[in-house]
């Protein structure tokens, strides 16, 4: 009974709600996991990352088996990646340790994961225009067996594996930017299984690694496992009767708000409130501005595609790389 407080259902709702979003987009939920639990309060930066590392283990995983046991995975390319960011997911806690000044880990951890949200939201504006263009170009030719390029896919795990190791963000937004440049002809339903694949050895390592060095908060991992599944389920379901151009631009709006929350509550010298304060108007502002400028910008990004600024053009106009808004009934000449 004393397990049941209301911290506990506050980490069970977290991880539901996470998990739901996850479901829906693919995304992995590091990036807005990590942030929720930080601001809840539920313990120090280290004990945040090792739980939700652990818990990311157990729900990629019932994915990744989904997925390998419909073929979607691209193993070869999955085994590229996993060679790479294995090594550094083990290594990352342990540098970061070794770096940050005795005593002050918590603070060093939560700027690496502010600036890692601010990546993380870059990346996945990015995943978005690229995705745009790749099906408006009308170019666009499917190739789910690339040639394999090992170094560079070394490389993109190298990098996914650190920012996982020390942050718990970033293998299932940095990774999957990075495969959609290095093999554009991917198609979606490869894209996510193969990051799904190589993300549970990837976050297994990591969460290994952290458990050695800090330990394992069982009051914390254990709601975040029974939230996050259910969820994880749900939002697959639920997915295809979801607007999801409108919940993944409000991911990037959140992912920077919450970096630019922890950046100002590890005391960031051009934000800092530090000692554990943030200024609330600064971080409304930031929100503000994002939910004004987001839906501005990305209207302008589709008018360069040739798509209205607002609306919901149907799956077949944007397919269609002669469609311009207001002209009905044009057809494509190729």
């Not at 789910?144 to 170094?151: E, G, K, M």
């Not at 940095?174 to 799904?196: E, H, Q, R």
Request: aromatic share 6%; glycine share 12%; charged share 10%.
């Amino acid at each position: 009974m004393d397990a049941l407080t209301a911290t506990f259902f506050a980490i069970l709702a977290a991880g539901f709600f996470v998990g739901v979003v996850v479901g829906l987009t693919g995304m992995g939920g590091g990036a807005l996991m990590t942030p929720a639990l930080i601001f809840l309060g539920v313990g120090e930066a280290a004990t945040v990352v090792t739980a939700d590392l652990t818990a990311a283990a157990v729900y990629k995983t019932g994915g990744a088996i989904v997925h390998k046991r419909e073929g979607s995975p691209n193993m070869k390319l999955a085994k590229w990646l996993v060679l790479g960011s294995v090594p550094m997911a083990l290594l990352g806690p342990y540098l970061v340790s070794w770096i940050a000044p005795p005593g002050d880990l918590d603070r060093v951890l939560k700027l690496c994961i502010g600036f890692a949200l601010l990546f993380a939201a870059l990346t996945y504006a990015a995943r978005l225009y690229i995705n745009l263009r790749r099906v408006r170009s009308g170019r666009h030719v499917e190739n789910d067996n690339p040639a394999i390029r090992p170094l560079a896919t070394l490389l993109v795990g190298a990098l996914g594996g650190l920012l996982v190791g020390i942050t718990s963000v970033g293998s299932g937004s940095v990774i999957m930017i990075a495969l959609l440049m290095l093999y554009p002809g991917l198609s979606a339903v490869k894209l996510v299984g193969t990051d799904l694949v190589q993300a549970v050895p990837l976050v297994l390592a990591a969460a290994i690694s952290n458990i050695t060095l800090h330990g394992l908060d069982w009051g914390v991992t254990i709601p975040l496992v029974l939230g996050s599944v259910p969820g994880t389920i749900l939002g697959s379901m639920i997915a295809p009767r979801v607007p999801q151009s409108v919940i993944r631009r409000g991911i990037v709006v959140v992912l920077t708000m919450s970096g630019v929350a922890l950046l100002d509550k590890a005391g960031w010298a051009p934000l800092g409130a530090g000692e554990d304060e943030t200024h609330p108007l600064l971080i409304a502002g930031v929100g503000l501005a994002m939910l004004v400028l987001v839906p501005l910008v990305w209207g302008l990004v589709r008018r360069t595609q040739g798509l209205p600024m607002f609306g919901s053009p149907t799956v077949a106009e944007l397919e269609d790389p002669a469609y311009r808004p207001g002209v009905i009934g044009m057809k494509r000449t190729d």
